[in-house]
């Protein structure tokens, strides 16, 4: 293969917890199913759970039902099982896609790929032959995915001719990413880092879940987490069958399945507790010789989550540069018990700025408080928000560390403002932080444009074919003026102004779609 001398070293994105495909293959290596995204056989659960379903409701009693039903899920989750020393028992295999640059993979990867992390204008500017996707299992180890991380580098410089690779780590690989600094970031394969919503200090969500400190009067977003929305259809119509305290008390031992079957056995979910509550954690849930092995695992982890500040600037000194993009005052997911914590829903605040500070989701700074000055000395500069609610002076990269208010950790793929952002550092050399260029920030609002990008703009040309009235043609072209004008904006306001584009484009495609 030619070796390319362009300017943009390759690009490795490392994704998130529900981005990278798992598959169950049986003992003589032949694929059974998907392990990951679930693929639970919903009709065989509800067969297994219905005869102690009936007795719930004869006797009101719900032990019996309870206990048939966690041993259900267990069964039915078995392809995640993870053992106590924190390894998988199944044969697992990656869908790694060979090591392909994205333009090496089938159209169906690709358009997974692109769905998954829609970073199609990044690939306009690198080439699909700069652009890498690592996959992982979400619930393996840390270290050992770190290992396969560094190989994969090495490859991927072998592959192109280039001494080092650009790495996007996205939520979960925010975890990935610090094992792999931890063990392999003193040999200098990094260019630059730009975080995506990472969870580089855990989520307070997943230590809800391992303390069970739940709000369970809502568990479709818990269960949602997990499981497949066939699944969590059937459950929801169970549920509701019963009363508040029954339909509680049902999803706590659906809560332990997952805990015990993986969750709590798993080095991966260990390395997303924050590292405030890890020791607490691990004194109460990993006691006992049994869990010697999982204790080393987490405690090496540990040790390197608690030490990132000292390790990334160590790394930053040799010569990598590190950006982040995070959200910013949402409190965490409804079923979360911790109710005041600054997050996207799913990752805190602290966690995705390397962190920040805050006293709460949209809570101002108290008026007599004094802006941080720790890393950034330069007293010109300001890394309070304008709305007073957050402060990246106490970040371990104030100056390259971009926030979007309100928003949401699963959409910040819709932002399009985000991902012209995390094009512009990968791609530009010239741009070092939030100084940089007037039109992104530090400080940002949001704005979810999925509608207007994937449904209706790519509706124009075909509605524009039809015989329509003259002012049904006219409001079409408008909208589409008015959502490539919003796509030239970079700076956002509030979601309000994305959100009324996109309805008066519905209502005018409605129209059309009526002749
Ligand atoms: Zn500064």
């Known amino acids: 293969m030619s070796k390319c001398t362009c300017e943009y ?35 065989a659960l509800v067969k297994k759970i219905v005869p102690s379903a009936i007795l719930l409701l004869l006797t009101k009693s719900d032990k019996a039902f309870c206990k048939s039903l966690k041993k259900a899920i267990g069964e039915a989750v078995t392809p995640l099982r993870v053992n106590k020393e924190g390894v998988s028992t199944e044969n697992l295999h990656i869908v790694d896609y060979e090591g392909n640059s994205l333009k090496n993979c089938s159209a169906d990867d690709k358009r997974y790929i692109y769905k998954m992390v ?119 119509k169970l549920l509701k069958r019963f009363h508040k305290d029954t339909a509680e008390n049902i999803v706590g031992a659906l809560v332990d399945a997952l805990l015990e079957t993986f969750l709590m056995n798993c080095p991966g979910m260990w390395a997303v507790i924050p590292r405030e509550k890890y020791q607490e954690y691990r004194d109460k849930y990993l006691v006992g010789e049994e869990y010697n092995v999982l204790r080393e695992k987490t405690d090496r982890f540990f040790k390197a989550q608690n030490n990132l500040r000292d390790l990334l600037i160590k790394i930053e000194n040799q010569g990598t540069e590190f950006f982040s993009i995070c959200g910013y005052d949402l409190p965490l997911l409804p079923f979360a018990g911790t109710k005041t914590l600054n997050s996207d829903t799913i990752v805190d605040f602290k966690s995705a700025s390397l962190g920040g500070y805050s006293i709460g989701p949209n809570k101002e700074l108290p008026e007599d408080y004094e802006p941080v000055y720790d890393r950034c000395q330069n007293k010109e500069h300001n890394h309070v928000s304008p709305d007073r609610t957050v402060d990246l002076g106490t970040a371990i990269f104030p100056d390259s560390t971009f926030c979007f208010k309100y928003q949401v950790h699963d959409d910040t793929a819709y932002n399009d403002v985000a991902l012209s952002l995390c094009k512009e550092i990968i791609t530009n050399k010239n741009f070092t932080g939030v100084y940089s260029d007037p039109r992104f920030p530090q400080f940002n609002g949001s704005r979810d444009i999925f509608r207007l990008k994937y449904r209706l703009l790519p509706r124009v040309d075909e509605l524009l074919k039809k015989d329509l009235p003259q002012d049904i043609k006219d409001g079409i072209l408008k909208s589409k003026e008015e959502a490539e004008n919003l796509f030239k904006n970079t700076i956002i306001k509030d979601r309000t102004e994305a959100d009324e584009i996109t309805k008066r484009f519905d209502e005018i495609v409605k129209k059309a779609d009526e002749f």
Request: aromatic residues 12%; negative net charge.
């Open 118 to 236: 829609p970073m199609e204008a990044l690939a306009e500017v690198i080439g699909e032959d700069h652009l890498y996707f690592f996959a992982y299992n979400s619930f393996g180890q840390p270290y050992e995915t770190a290992k396969r991380l560094n190989d994969y580098i090495q490859n991927v410089k072998k592959e192109t001719g280039y001494d080092k690779v650009n790495l996007i780590p996205v939520s979960l690989g925010g975890s990935i990413a610090t094992a792999y600094f931890d063990a392999y970031g003193e040999q200098g394969d990094v260019n630059r880092v730009c975080y995506f919503v990472p969870a580089t200090n855990g989520s307070t969500l997943i230590a809800d879940i391992f303390s069970k400190n739940l709000d369970l009067s809502n568990p479709t977003s818990l269960l949602g987490m997990f499981l497949d929305g066939k699944t969590i259809e059937s459950l929801e």
């Open 9 to 43: 070293c390759p690009t490795i994105i490392v994704p998130g917890i529900g981005q990278s495909k798992v598959d169950l293959y049986s003992s003589d290596n032949k694929r059974i199913k998907s392990a990951w995204p679930m693929d639970i056989d919903t009709k």
